[in-house]
């Protein structure tokens, strides 16, 4: 499976959630299977989906889905102690890893190679942490919502992208109605 | 009130909420009243963009928040300060220890002081510098400020704000 494809069967859990979803196709994926204003896309920054999340979790009490990719959390690593550190019982980070970076031409990432996100994770101070397979991601992700705990999904994938539309959507009607989801 | 709790209790009065932090040796005693307080959230980060994610994920979930960081990290933060405060319109007050200004002792301080206030006006953020004490008395109108305009605003303090670095 491919992260389009993951995304696709988890659309119906994520509809209800707040999801912070990572730059690049991933966004652009989330957005042409299922647009909700409860969705905040991100059209730059490479790396900070986790963070964003991590502060939107700690502001207010609905569960918050990020959906990051491994290049982006590589680029960001420090933000892994910061989660575990400052772990929040309504945040859920989903790393859809892939082993490569997707959004510049499926380079291959480190975690293709040697490296365990799922082991820096723990290693980071990450309480709960649980690699899976892309076809269990929907359990999984159902699993870490019911259990009110902090949690850092690994979900092993397949390279490769769905061919979708950039979003065109201006930025501040992105975040405006996504502040009018978390209000709601 | 010390220096480091005025500021502190301007932030609470501004009803800020959550706060991140990358350390300074100028900016210690303010960080340590900060995480003391029992109306702060205090994450501290470990890059500058990193914390400006949390900031506007906190803003967003509902609760104003603000970075408290060296001015090294304005050559960090750049690409964050453009592609996502500023071009989602969201708020973030940036207090700043301003290194390598009067008083600093450490040479290559002054390499990134020469570039922080270019860099701040090629962004066009507002920037206020505070020299003296006296200087932090604007600081709760500054807050105002952002949160009125949803911008990123720059609050530039320098060693003989804080009273030398390692001469006092």
């Known amino acids: 499976m491919i992260r389009s494809e993951i995304l696709k069967e988890i659309a119906p859990i994520l509809r209800d959630q707040l999801v912070v979803c990572n730059i690049g196709i991933p966004s652009q994926e989330l957005h042409a299977i299922d647009d909700q204003a409860s969705n905040f896309y991100m059209l730059g920054t490479m790396g900070l989906a986790s963070s964003i999340g991590l502060g939107l979790a700690h502001a207010q009490p609905k569960p918050v889905i990020v959906i990051d990719g491994d290049g982006s959390v590589l680029t960001n690593l420090g933000t892994l102690p910061t989660i575990g550190n400052n772990p929040a019982p309504n945040y859920i980070l989903l790393i859809v890893d892939n082993g490569s970076y997707g959004s510049t031409g499926d380079q291959p990432t480190y975690t293709g190679r040697k490296t365990s996100l799922t082991e820096m994770a723990r290693a980071a101070g990450c309480d709960r942490v649980v690699e899976c397979q892309a076809e269990e991601t929907g359990a999984v992700l159902e699993d870490a919502l019911a259990a009110g705990q902090c949690t850092v999904i690994v979900c092993k994938c397949e390279s490769g992208n769905a061919k979708m539309p950039v979003i065109t959507m201006d930025p501040v009607v992105i975040r405006d109605r996504f502040m009018g989801a978390v209000k709601a | ?168």
């Open chain 2, 1 to 168: 009130m010390t220096i480091d709790q005025k500021i502190t209790a301007d932030l609470v009065a501004a009803k800020i909420g959550l706060v991140t932090t990358v350390p300074c040796k100028q900016l210690a005693g303010v960080i340590e009243e900060v995480d003391q307080h029992p109306e702060i959230h205090h994450i501290p980060a470990n890059k500058e963009d990193e914390g400006m994610g949390i900031c506007a994920g906190a803003w967003m979930g509902g609760t104003r928040s603000a970075i408290i960081m060296q001015n090294t990290a304005i050559g960090v933060t750049i690409n964050t300060l453009a592609t996502l405060i500023q071009f989602y319109r969201m708020p973030l007050p940036m207090l700043i220890s301003y290194r390598g200004e009067l008083r600093e002792p450490v040479a290559c301080q002054v390499e990134m002081a020469v570039h922080t206030k270019a860099l701040l006006a090629q962004l066009n953020i507002p920037t206020y510098h505070f020299h003296k004490q006296a200087d932090a008395e604007e600081l709760p109108m500054i807050l105002d400020y952002t949160f009125m305009c949803n911008k990123p605003v720059a609050i530039l303090t320098d060693a003989n704000f804080w009273g030398g670095y390692g001469d006092q």
